[in-house]
């Protein structure tokens, strides 16, 4: 299985929106709503931040938001804040009852 | 609040195996999912496999042939084996619960702080 293919790099000033693309197949992201976010500051675990492609866990700010496209799945950022400032992977469940990750996204807040 | 504690050494030598443990507290390993991820220096996440607390396995098929993942639900622990190791296999490894939830609630919501392993001679 390979990875699911986000883009290396995004950066945006504060109050800025970003978004942060995740493209797969119709084996994973397109086949199913089973696509998670997760936030990694440097040297700490991943953190959840979106899953079933839109819903946010408690505690998480409505200013993040996930949607879905066909095979390709979307984070949004809005009101850009240095906290912010993380890696972010994406992940979906596969037709193969497998997890495949995004191959992370590097957030710079400038 | 459920806690995962990675636990195991640090270090391993090339072609050995390595092993292991994901101690779960603040709730039961029965009736969920649990996973290996591993984080190599500079680079993404990668899923290693998960065990349901049945005992029923999947793994990663680029690692299926060396990995195996067992559970203990008596000590509230999973397991994780590695067989012969290479430079490749140094990384970050995460134990993680999954939840999952029909039709589309399928994510990891509780993690350890991950444990490095280095394999070197």
């Known amino acids: 299985q390979s990875a699911l293919t986000q883009p290396p790099s995004v950066s945006g000033s504060p109050g800025q929106s970003v978004t942060i693309s995740c493209t797969g197949t119709?084996?994973?992201?397109?086949?199913?709503?089973?696509v998670s976010w997760y936030q990694q500051p440097p040297g700490t675990a991943p953190k959840l931040m979106i899953y079933?492609?839109?819903n946010r866990p408690s505690g998480v700010p409505d200013r993040f938001s996930g949607s879905k496209s066909g095979n390709t799945a979307s984070l949004t950022i809005s009101g850009l804040q240095a906290g912010d400032e993380a890696d972010y992977y994406c992940?979906?469940?596969?037709?193969?009852?497998?997890?495949?990750f995004g191959g992370g996204t590097k957030l710079t807040v400038l | 609040q459920v806690q995962l504690q990675e636990s195991g050494p640090g270090l391993v030598k090339p072609s050995e195996t390595l092993s292991l443990t994901c101690s779960v507290s603040?709730?039961?390993?029965?009736?969920?999912?649990w996973s290996w991820i591993r984080q190599a220096p500079g680079e993404g996440l990668e899923w290693i496999g998960y065990i349901y607390y049945s005992g029923s396995t999947n793994y990663n098929p680029s690692l299926k042939s060396r990995v195996t993942i067992s559970v203990d639900t008596s000590k509230n622990q999973f397991s994780l084996k590695l067989s012969s190791v290479t430079a490749a296999d140094t990384a970050v490894y995460y134990c993680?619960?999954?939840?999952?939830?029909?039709?589309?609630?399928?994510?990891?919501?509780?993690w350890g702080q991950g444990t490095p392993v280095t394999v070197s001679s």
């Open positions: 603040g709730g039961s390993i029965s009736g969920y999912y």
């Open positions: 079933e492609v839109s």
């Open positions: 993680a619960r999954e939840r999952r939830v029909e039709p589309g609630k399928y994510y990891f919501d509780y």
């Open positions: 119709s084996s994973d992201v397109g086949s199913y709503n089973r």
């Open positions: 992940s979906s469940y596969t037709s193969s009852s497998t997890w495949v």
